[in-house]
């Protein structure tokens, strides 16, 4: 006699029957075990399709719906639920998302290729910039839950958002240059050219930097050593005006340095009204002549002073003609260091030619070999009293030393400082010349160009001992006396 099977999954104890005949309806008989799918590839099962997992889930639910109204089994509730759910996402089982990871790092690339730390508004458009990549990778997170790439992303841009101190909170970028549009940014709508096909290339950048004695760096990286006693135009184009007056440095010296700098920043449509700014000697103001620190409408300044150290150090960021500009006191002596935009520095007429940054020093002021070299002055002859030092408290050699300390690169810059000390005798010209070296480096476009070096009428570096080095900074010394 068999023993009759209680069929697994059935509650014990009794339940009411829907039908005639006794309260409890025999078992049916047990359906012969399905075949399992076959094992494929390295140990994986073979994938059903989306069609093969609608049909087995509508036959699960006909063959529950067959069955005698018993107590219903948890198990085949716990199934038909899990089956209706993937019914209900069977069109994501044919179009599966996607990780649009590579599609997010492309516009991150793109909204910041054209951006330069250098440039005013660098901070805000980057922020802005990682905030959009930010909410790119959340919008794909799901599809992207088990890719490395996307994990790695979102660790970037979390670390970029901290050393940057970005807000999670705020204004994104838009791969839309139409609604990023600011026509008082000169990067937004410079973008936005590049963006229709105006303009393929980004912007070039020109770098233009007085100091010391003074030395000049034009805006094509020529380097001379001038007099230019008295008020001389540095920039005079169609947006920007700057004046420098310099002084004579010590008596009998044609070497002179600047103890005034005027700068006036043209009235631009909405963006501001002109705006003047005055610093001379022991007053290096952190605001215009008219008290003001800013200049345009609006939350973002499309002009603006920022006080980095009170009475020594301040900074302009003008927006709207993509310009900053530093003036710093050393000493008894200012130094100023600008960059802007090439096509707005060139945009001046033919009575406006008379620009230091842009054509340099007349040939009549400059105290150079003609290369702008103030070390590189050579075949002279030299009478033995060129070799004392030039004024006390410096020899060749100290002045040397000091430099080297402050400047381990033996460039021009190095030189200048080794010339300065020699001819003033006041070491705050060491911290001039290593001031202008670190504004070349926060401000010129080209990394590459941030060092000149003694060079030949060709312009191949000139070789020598530093004992000709030496000797031309002497003869050099005798022409300025002289």
């Not at 979390?158 to 549009?181: A, F, I, W, Y």
Request: glycine share 8%.
């Amino acid at each position: 006699m068999m023993r009759k099977k209680r069929k697994r999954g059935v509650f014990p104890g009794p339940c009411r029957s829907h039908g005639p005949g006794p309260a409890t309806a025999p078992a049916p008989p047990p359906s012969p075990e399905p075949r399992r799918p076959a094992w494929t590839g390295m140990g994986l099962r073979a994938a059903p399709s989306c069609a093969a997992a609608t049909a087995s889930a509508a036959a699960a639910g006909a063959e529950l719906r067959r069955r005698p109204r018993l107590c219903p089994p948890p198990l085949a509730l716990l199934l038909l639920l899990l089956l209706s759910l993937g019914l209900l996402h069977a069109g994501d089982c044919q179009q599966p998302a996607q990780c649009r990871i590579q599609k997010c790092t492309t516009d991150f690339v793109s909204l910041t290729s054209h951006l330069n730390s250098a440039i005013d508004g660098f901070d805000s458009e980057f922020c802005k910039a990682l905030r959009a990549y930010a909410g790119c990778t959340q919008r794909t997170s799901k599809a992207c839950r088990g890719n490395l790439v996307y994990h790695s992303a979102v660790l970037g841009i979390s670390d970029l958002m901290s050393q940057r101190n970005c807000s999670k909170d705020g204004p994104t970028s838009s791969t839309n240059p139409e609604v990023t549009h600011d026509p008082c940014n000169y990067h937004s709508h410079t973008g936005a050219r590049e963006h229709r096909g105006g303009d393929q290339n980004p912007p070039n950048y020109l770098f233009c930097g007085l100091f010391g004695d003074p030395h000049l760096r034009t805006f094509k990286d020529h380097f001379q050593t001038c007099k230019v006693e008295g008020a001389w135009p540095l920039i005079d184009n169609n947006y920007l005006s700057v004046q420098v007056t310099n002084v004579p440095v010590v008596p009998g010296s044609s070497a002179t340095a600047t103890n005034k700098i005027t700068i006036i920043f043209k009235a631009h449509r909405e963006c501001t009204d002109q705006k003047v700014y005055q610093a001379v000697t022991d007053d290096l103001p952190a605001a215009f002549v008219d008290g003001t620190t800013s200049g345009g409408d609006g939350e973002a300044k499309s002009l603006l002073i920022v006080e980095r150290e009170s009475g020594r150090y301040v900074e302009m960021h003008a927006r709207y003609i993509g310009t900053t500009v530093f003036v710093r006191q050393l000493g008894r002596y200012l130094t100023l260091a600008i960059r802007m935009p090439e096509d707005l520095a060139m945009s001046f007429e033919e009575s406006q030619d008379l620009q230091l940054c842009v054509n340099g020093c007349p040939l009549s002021e400059r105290i150079d070999d003609g290369q702008g070299q103030v070390s590189a002055i050579l075949g002279h002859s030299l009478p033995h009293t060129s070799l004392v030092q030039a004024w006390p408290g410096y020899t060749l050699e100290t002045a040397n030393t000091q430099c080297h300390e402050k400047m381990p690169v033996k460039d021009i810059y190095f030189q200048s400082c080794v010339f300065d000390l020699l001819t003033t005798g006041d070491a705050n010209f060491t911290a001039a010349a290593h001031s202008a070296l670190e504004d070349v480096e926060a401000l010129h476009p080209r990394k590459e160009r941030w060092h000149i070096f003694p060079s030949s009428g060709n312009g191949t570096p000139r070789g020598g001992s530093n004992l000709s080095v030496s000797l031309g900074l002497m003869c050099l010394i005798l022409i300025v006396f002289l």
